[in-house]
């Protein structure tokens, strides 16, 4: 293509922006000065397209971009000016390009970071011998005849193609897509980033002769990393509907993941994070690295990809008020699962020591108040937050989405039904955010079960055929507690914000040595974090025997207690059963002890022989550990474990919870108990738990056996 054509379409695109000519030529003299820096300088083209003609409208690409916008210019100091957005009726095939080739490869010089971000359908056409091609679905389609079988999209290929040709070894590409839709008749909460074309729909020429123009004429510079929200062809990219917002499951929690890590965090070692977090909110996709360096030995860092990052933290201060006494403040960084709960009066600081107390939340934005200016440093627009007191609410539901396809009289049933079961709330799925979803089951549509967002049915929760509604709410009652239970234990997620210095390592245990399978420490400790080879969702061979190894880099004891979930289906707690040594009593039965860590200890969970450690039998299961410590004993919730009266041969080192929802709730107020703060926020202690960051840690380990 000829610079003569470039330079229209340029036009066109700042036409659209409502940019002039010389406000774009200004931009870009600052660029040119800007090479003579020693900084690199850092650039970023970010697309998102919700509204397409012929397929139903995504909801959460436009947050997407705006996730990934405020993590690059707060979280890694890029400058908004370097970073250049198309969304909508922008983001046309030509646009694409022409934003690519002026704003990207005009300006990116040796030792640049650039960024390329789309969120957007995928889908696949024929190509040469009907090979199928991935390709990145366009806006072009909104201008074309309804009748039109040709399809302007961007081909994966040029993409791939383009970022080769950067002249920096720092290209990081993220694609918030999918490309295969299966058909399917699952219960389903989550919006589907994939569909399928129509046997007609041929590619437009113009797009294959860009593609072979820039093979011939760009030469392959550098191998970019590509992160892509899926790892297999099979799997679906998926966006979820929260409180206030929709995004990209991926987008999400990757840039949320970003938000806490630190300059030595690899980024495949984020993805095992990432992977959890998504796991988390319902779905099974599994993200991926397309593409990676040449000679790399399997970790690609973020200090490689963004230099210079600035301090971790869960967010950034937008705006100030004119009064100076409120800011506005974006979340992005908390935990998605948190943020849903996260309470009026939690309270967040700045490197300066300014605090700041959240007053309202609208989405991923929200009103704080300054409690505490210091004395030399103003509050400043972009500065990093970070927590100190996280508020939750007490009265906490399950929230259960019925599925569309339900009729209508069962969803009236289905709603007076739920309305009986204690701590449950019902919405109409994909209208409002839900936990997990009641619908019947495909193969035998005359049969009710319980389903997560992504469309899994949950293990033995379906019903006989011919089953009213009313029974299968009862039915599932006993199931949704222990759901419930789960999330409240979620609630206390904190890697990125605990100033408790606590590194936990998941073993396999072997003969000759531990084998770390994935290892976690608080963000403040700036300690690397290392994972097992290759992997990014963490795999252990059935038979496996596991252990955790904790330590206490504090100078003061820490409390420590496991609660879990497998495959969604039964609660699991570590029993540290000790027996009392008293002399002449041979018959005393084991009894539940607090695990204390003393200061600067290493400990292994089981403590017991070297070769033994938690055997993990049954293959297929997904399991997910939140690990939680705390400056204070566990008192309540060893209590209500102590009152499930498990029998001597249920005393195993970890083993099934008989009362998941009672011990989730004393493990909040475990927590609550320990903060010293409450003590100041006594007008909110009697709807709420305090939670006080110094005082708790609480890490997420999901894995699954095979």
């Known amino acids: 293509m000829k610079r003569r054509t470039f330079v229209q379409r340029i036009g066109s695109i700042l036409a659209v922006l409502g940019i002039t000519e010389t406000e774009w030529l200004t931009m870009g003299n600052r660029y040119y000065q800007a090479l003579a820096q020693p900084t690199p300088r850092k ?6 397209i919700n509204q397409y003609r012929r397929s139903s409208s995504l909801s959460g690409c436009l947050t997407d971009v705006e996730l990934q916008k405020e993590l690059l210019v707060h979280r890694f100091g890029f400058q908004p000016s370097d970073i250049l957005t198309l969304t909508e009726e922008q983001a046309s095939r030509e646009f694409i390009e022409a934003a690519f080739l002026e704003h990207l490869v005009k300006q990116a010089k040796s030792g640049d970071v650039v ?62 897509t999918s490309y295969s839709l299966k058909s399917t008749t699952q219960p389903t909460g989550l919006r589907t980033r994939a569909r399928q074309e129509s046997a007609e729909t041929q590619l437009a020429t113009a797009e294959l002769d860009f593609l072979k123009q820039i093979k011939t004429q760009k030469p392959e510079l550098n191998a970019p990393v590509v992160l892509s929200a899926t790892s297999g062809p099979q799997q679906a990219a998926r966006e979820v509907l929260m409180s206030g917002f929709s995004a990209g499951l991926f987008t999400y929690a990757l840039t949320q993941q970003l938000w806490e890590s630190t300059p030595a965090t690899a980024i495949q070692v984020s993805l095992v994070q990432v992977a959890g977090s998504i796991q988390q909110l319902g779905s099974k996709q599994q993200p991926g690295l397309l593409s990676k360096k040449k000679n790399q030995p399997g970790l690609v860092t973020v200090e490689n990809l963004l230099t210079d990052s600035r301090t971790g933290g869960e967010g ?30 939690s309270r967040f600081s700045l490197a300066t020591g ?42 906490i539901n399950l929230i259960l989405g019925l599925d569309t396809r339900l009729e209508r009289i069962e969803r009236v049933d289905a709603t007076s039904a739920f309305a009986g079961v204690a701590h449950v709330s019902t919405v109409v799925a994909t209208e409002q955010p839900a936990d997990y979803l009641f619908g019947k089951l495909p193969q035998t549509p005359s049969r009710y079960g319980l389903f997560t967002l992504g469309g899994e049915l949950i293990p033995n929760t379906d019903g006989g055929v011919g089953e009213a509604v009313k029974v299968a709410a009862q039915r599932l009652s006993e199931k949704l507690s222990t759901l419930l239970a789960a999330k409240l234990w979620r609630l206390t997620q904190n890697q990125g914000s605990s100033r408790l210095p606590v590194k936990v390592t998941l073993e396999i245990v072997s003969s000759i040595s531990p084998r770390v399978v994935m290892q976690q420490t608080v963000r403040h400790l700036h300690a690397e974090t290392t994972y097992k080879k290759s992997l990014i969702n963490p795999v252990i061979p059935v038979g496996s025997k596991i252990q955790y190894r904790v330590q206490n880099l504090s100078d003061r004891p820490i409390y420590f207690m496991l609660l879990g979930l497998r495959n969604h289906r039964t609660a699991i707690a ?5 027996t009392p040594q008293e002399p002449n009593q041979p018959d005393n039965q084991p009894q539940l002890q607090q695990v204390m860590i003393a200061p600067n200890e290493t400990i292994t969970l089981p403590q017991t022989t070297p070769a033994s450690g938690w055997v993990i039998s049954e293959p297929a299961y997904v399991y997910q550990h939140q690990l939680i410590f705390s400056t204070t004993p566990f008192n309540t919730t060893l209590d209500k474990l102590e009152k499930a009266k498990y029998s001597a041969g249920d005393q195993q080192p970890i083993a099934t919870i008989v009362n998941p929802l009672d011990v989730g709730q004393a493990l909040l107020q475990d927590l609550h108990n320990s903060s010293d703060i409450k003590a100041e926020m006594n007008g909110i202690a009697t709807d709420s738990y305090i939670l006080d960051i110094n005082n708790w840690a609480s890490f997420n380990f999901c894995f699954q056996v095979m």
Request: net charge negative; hydrophobic share 40%; proline share 6%.
């Open 43 to 48: 650039l970023a083209l970010l697309i998102g």
């Open 115 to 176: 960024v390329f971000h789309f969120s957007g359908y995928g889908t696949q056409l024929p190509g040469e011998s009907d090979i199928l091609q991935n390709a990145l679905v366009t806006t072009d389609e909104n201008q074309a005849p309804p009748d039109s079988h040709i399809a302007n999209y961007l081909l994966e290929d040029t993409l791939l193609q383009l970022l080769r040709s950067l002249p920096t070894d720092h290209v990081t590409a993220v694609l918030d």
């Open 316 to 345: 950034a201060v937008l705006a100030i008020e004119e009064d100076g006494k409120t800011a506005q403040l974006w979340l992005g960084g908390l935990p998605p699962q948190v943020l849903e709960y996260y309470g009026a009066n």
């Open 354 to 395: 300014t605090q700041l107390v959240l007053r309202s939340r609208t989405g991923l934005t929200a009103k704080a108040q300054v409690l505490k200016v210091a004395d030399t440093t103003p509050l400043q627009v972009g500065e990093v937050i970070q927590e100190n007191v996280r508020i939750l609410p007490r009265n």
């Open 574 to 578: 570590f029993y540290p059963w000790q």
